[in-house]
Every structure is written in C-alpha cells, then in structure tokens.
C-alpha cells in the first residue's frame, strides 16, 4: 500500500464522521508519528510503499479516531504552551484556554526575580506547573494531585522538559494545611457540572478522567472554596491566587473569593470571550 492509498482510504472512512479538513490534519498528524514525515514531506512522497507494520499503525489509529479517541491520546503526546507534553487517559489533555492562564501569570510575574514559590494544585499532567517552571527557571515548584498515575505522568512531562518539580501526591480536600507559604498558588480543578454533560463531545465523556472534570450540580465550587481557604492562609502577603474557572459560574466564584477576604479579584475572559480566568490578591 502507498501513502497515497492509505490517505484515501482514511478521507473515505472518516468523512461522514468529521469534516475534510480534520480528517486531514489527523492523517498528517498521524504520518509525521508513523512514517516521520511532515506534510509536506507527504506530498513529494505519495507513491512511497509503506510497510506492513506501518499500515497496522495507520490502520489502528483510524479505529480509534472512528471510535472518537482524541488524536492526543492515540499519538501520546500534544503541545502545551510551546512544550511537548505526554498525555494519556489518566490525564486531561491540556486546553488552549489554560495556556491563557499561564500566559496571565507569566505577563503578571515576569520581573520578580526571586526565588518564587509556586503551587499547581491538580497538575493533571503537569502541564501549568512545568510551563511556569520552564519559564521561570529561578521559581521553586510545587504541583499536587489526587491522582498517583496523573503524577506519573506528569513526572515523567517534566523530566521530558528538563524541569525540577515537587510533586505531592494529595486530595486537596483533605489538606488541612499546605506546606509552604507561596508567592503563586494556581488550579484548574474540576469544573463541569453535571448538567453541563449535554453539552460536551463524546470524544471528551468517553476518553477523558472524569475525576479532572466533573462536579456535582449543588456544589460546583467546592474546589474553589477549599483552595481559596488554604490560599487565604498559605499565600505571601503579596502573593497571588489563580483560577481557571466554569464560564457560567464567573460571578459567584469571583464573590465567593471576595467574601473570603481577598481585596482584588479580577475576572478574565479568554480567547472564545467566555469568562475563564479569575486572578486574586489579598492586598
Ligand atoms: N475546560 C475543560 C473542558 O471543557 C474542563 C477543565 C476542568 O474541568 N478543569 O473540557
């Protein structure tokens, strides 16, 4: 079979599930994986003949894109913030908004030059906390998950990136105390009511870790309260606190934060223009 036969059969297998252009980009994701050559190397290569183990490899992703696996989990791996990130079922693949978060504390930090003190609290896999460890190569930096197999992975991310990161491996809503006052205390924690099930994609509800998403209805900020209570504690007087945040929910958490004592808590919208980000000050 040649490389040419193989993206054909992929646009006519794939077409009625996702659009032309997708069906594309995933062939060419899937080729520079596979037979290591970019898209443009593709197009001078069409009569290349693949061998068997090569259209086992083509053959076998195409069931799981049909089956609706995000080519993130198929290939292992996407990029965070620049970086090469390894990612996997036990970990949520990172989101282009949460790279506006990083972006917000890096703009906000940038010229502090001393040692800082940062905590990522529910790393997943470590995305937030080795970005902000790669670009702010003097910060000490600490990340904490429930999840031991999500530390895993992201042990493994910052060794990957060359980054030095204490993991704590803990359910934050049984931390009584953390261990450091910080500078930076960032989370994306889970999110996603339950009623909002409705409206993902079955690529997400089939394939993601529930546990990094959902949320009951009655309670949806439960991770904000206990973090912002720790926070409250644990934050140097000029430290700073950051959320990703659930779009519907920017008013009440943003007074939740402010009822708890924080003076300046300013809310932020990203890219999509929904509310999603929400940075706090105690002073
Ligand atoms: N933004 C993610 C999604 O829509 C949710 C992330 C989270 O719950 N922290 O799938």
């Known amino acids: 079979m040649k490389i040419k036969d193989i993206r ?6 794939l077409v009625e599930i996702y ?3 997708e069906v594309l980009s995933f062939f060419y994701i899937l080729s520079e994986e596979i037979i290591s050559l970019r898209r443009v190397d593709v197009a001078i290569h069409l009569d290349r003949v693949l061998s ?3 259209v086992s490899k083509f053959e076998d992703a195409k ?4 089956n609706q696996e995000p080519i993130q989990y198929i290939i292992g791996n996407t990029h965070f913030y620049g970086l090469s990130f390894m990612v996997n079922k036990d970990v949520l693949i990172p989101r282009p908004e949460t790279e506006e978060l990083v972006d917000w504390i890096l703009k906000d930090i940038q010229d502090v030059k001393d040692r800082l003190r940062v905590l990522d609290i529910g790393t997943g896999s470590g995305c937030i906390a080795i970005s902000l460890a ?4 003097n910060a000490k930096v600490f990340a904490m998950d429930i999840s031991d ?12 990136n060359e980054v030095d990161i204490t993991f704590i491996h803990n359910d934050i809503l049984n931390v009584q105390n953390l261990p450091h006052n910080f500078d930076v205390i960032v989370s994306n924690p889970p999110y996603v009511r339950e009623l909002e099930k409705q409206e993902m994609k079955p690529n997400v509800l089939d394939n993601e870790p529930s546990q990094a998403l959902f949320v009951s209805d009655h309670d949806p900020l439960i991770f904000y309260r206990k973090i912002t209570e720790l926070a409250k504690r ?9 959320f990703e945040i659930n779009q519907y929910l920017g008013t009440e958490t943003k007074s939740m934060i402010e009822s708890s004592g924080f003076n300046s808590v300013s809310l932020r919208k990203d890219i999509y223009d929904n509310e999603r980000m929400i940075r706090a000050r105690l002073n």
């Open 52 to 54: 068997e183990d090569e």
């Open 149 to 160: 197999k999500a530390i895993d992975t992201a042990r493994k991310n910052a060794k990957i």
């Open 19 to 21: 659009d032309h252009e």
């Open 63 to 66: 069931k799981r894109i049909i």
């Open 134 to 137: 790669k670009k702010l190569p």
């Open 234 to 242: 644990n934050l140097k007087p000029e430290g700073v606190l950051y």
């Open 8 to 13: 054909t059969d992929f646009i006519n297998s």
